[in-house]
Each structure stands twice: as structure tokens, then as C-alpha cells.
């Protein structure tokens, strides 16, 4: 089992930068696949980003390539989202979840949920 929290969510500008992490707990992290995924208020969960369990392989959405980051650090149990360049649109909850398949991009394949951190991007 793997509990995950969040942090680094907060208020930026348009154009700015954050950073996300989630930090895990559990001796079976680096088995996992982990995914960061977000809400925006009336939306259902959305696919952002995922990472597979060495780190090896990625894959984003297409509204954050070349702008968002996924990495990995199996030995600190971290997950982190690096958003540079961010728009108004960015603006959401974000979830970061563990799941067992190599790069999943559907919400039902993730097993464990952090409780989320807010992002909002003023314009």
C-alpha cells in the first residue's frame, strides 16, 4: 500500500513557474507507475502526466508538452511535476496517483490518490 501528499501548489501569474511533489510513503513505491492528474471546478479528472516505475519512459497530454516535466526520485519515494510557462487554463487540483501498469492514463488504473493541491494561474 502507498500513501501520497502532495505539496507546492499556489497562486502564480500567467507565464510563471511551479513545482509539485508528492511525497510517498511505503516500502513499494519504485514498483509503481505514477501518474499526476487534474480538476478543474465543473470538470472531471483530467490525465497530465505519467511516469513509469524507473523513470524510463513519460508521456503527457498534449496541452502540456513541451511546458510540464514528470520526474522520479525511487530513492527519496518522490514524484514531482515541474509547470513552467503556465496559462490561465492550468488552473486546477492536482492529484498524484500510484498504479501498477506501466504508463496509464485513465483514472480507474490508478490504485492510490494523494488528496490534492491547488494550482491557480491569475491572468
Known amino acids: 500500500q502507498v500513501q501520497l501528499v502532495e505539496h507546492g501548489g499556489g497562486l502564480v501569474q500567467a507565464g510563471g513557474s511551479l513545482r509539485l511533489s508528492c511525497a510517498a510513503s511505503?516500502?513499494?513505491?519504485?514498483?509503481?507507475?505514477m501518474g499526476w492528474f487534474r480538476q478543474a471546478p465543473g470538470k472531471e479528472r483530467e490525465f497530465v502526466a505519467a511516469?513509469?516505475?524507473?523513470?524510463?519512459?513519460?508521456t503527457y497530454v498534449d496541452a502540456v508538452k513541451g511546458r510540464f516535466t514528470i520526474s522520479r526520485d525511487n530513492f527519496e519515494k518522490t514524484v514531482s511535476l515541474q509547470m513552467n510557462s503556465l496559462e490561465p487554463e492550468d488552473t486546477a487540483v492536482y492529484y498524484c496517483?500510484?498504479?501498477?501498469?506501466?504508463?496509464?492514463?485513465?483514472?480507474?488504473?490508478?490504485?492510490?490518490w494523494g488528496q490534492g493541491t491547488q494550482v491557480t494561474v491569475s491572468s
Open positions: 496517483a500510484a498504479a501498477g501498469n506501466l504508463l496509464p492514463i485513465h483514472p480507474y488504473e490508478y490504485a492510490y
Open positions: 511505503g516500502r513499494t513505491f519504485m514498483t509503481y507507475a
Open positions: 511516469i513509469s516505475w524507473n523513470g524510463g519512459s513519460t
